[in-house]
């Protein structure tokens, strides 16, 4: 079974720029989750996804961050613009019964 | 407040000997409980959970991990450490009515020969 695929791997970027992060959760998945996982901390939720749909944006930084899944399959974050704050690693997870989530590689984000 | 904590923020074991880490909750209700494994470079795997039964659970990779509910503990152990265990491991716990993994801190573990 595929596990959660994330790409890119890595983005360096400028401050005040865009980027965009893709998540393709495993097959049958309903729950779709991203983390932001700042150095030296635990990963914290951003925004949860039940098929097309928001559960839990409440920690999501509005301002400039977005995310859709529009089809309920994969997933896209986007930062617009970006903070030198934002460094982190950008982590999708996704779970077929809500007690367990999977997680994939993570996208690593710098911002100069 | 509710939260998770790991007081360990790095451990340094030699290869082969024996490992255990650290994770205390505070919540009203016994949440359900993981531990997570973070390589270098890597994104979390799962390690171990526990729901509910046996108060001691295996894990991949020779982990295992014991729930006491008296002491609101899950700790983490393995009997002989390999250098491939070098890494950065999470208590995690979910909330069964809200299903929201919240994190430990993590604790970093460094594997000398």
């Known amino acids: 079974e595929a596990g959660v695929a994330q790409s890119p791997r890595y983005k360096i970027i400028e401050k005040r720029q865009s980027v965009a992060f893709w998540c393709n959760p495993i097959?049958?998945?309903?729950?779709l989750y991203w983390y932001q996982q700042i150095l030296g901390q635990g990963p914290k939720l951003l925004i949860q996804?039940?098929?097309?749909?928001?559960?839990?944006d409440s920690q999501l930084p509005k301002d400039r961050f977005s995310a859709e899944r529009l089809k309920g399959v994969d997933s896209t974050l986007k930062i617009q613009p970006a903070k030198l704050e934002d460094s982190a690693v950008y982590l999708c997870?996704?779970?077929?019964?809500?007690?367990?989530?999977?997680f994939g590689p993570g996208t690593r984000l710098l911002v100069l | 407040a509710q939260s998770v904590t790991q007081p360990d923020i790095h451990i340094t074991v030699s290869e082969g000997a024996s490992l255990e880490l650290r994770c205390n909750y505070s919540?009203?209700?016994?949440?359900?409980l993981f531990w997570y494994v973070q390589s270098p470079g890597q994104g979390l795997q799962l390690l171990l959970k526990?729901?509910?039964?046996?108060?001691l659970v295996q894990g991949i990779k020779g982990f295992e991990a014991e729930f006491k509910r008296s002491q609101s503990s899950f700790n983490l152990r393995k009997p002989s450490v390999h250098w491939s265990d070098a890494a950065e491991y999470f208590c995690?716990?979910?909330?069964?009515?809200?299903?929201?993994?919240?994190f430990g801190a993590g604790t970093t573990v460094t594997v000398r020969a």
């Open positions: 997870a996704s779970t077929d019964r809500k007690e367990t989530q999977y």
């Open positions: 097959s049958g998945h309903a729950t």
């Open positions: 996804f039940q098929n097309n749909g928001v559960v839990d």
């Open positions: 919540y009203g209700a016994t949440p359900y």
């Open positions: 526990y729901f509910s039964g046996d108060t």
């Open positions: 995690a716990v979910v909330l069964s009515n809200d299903y929201k993994l919240s």
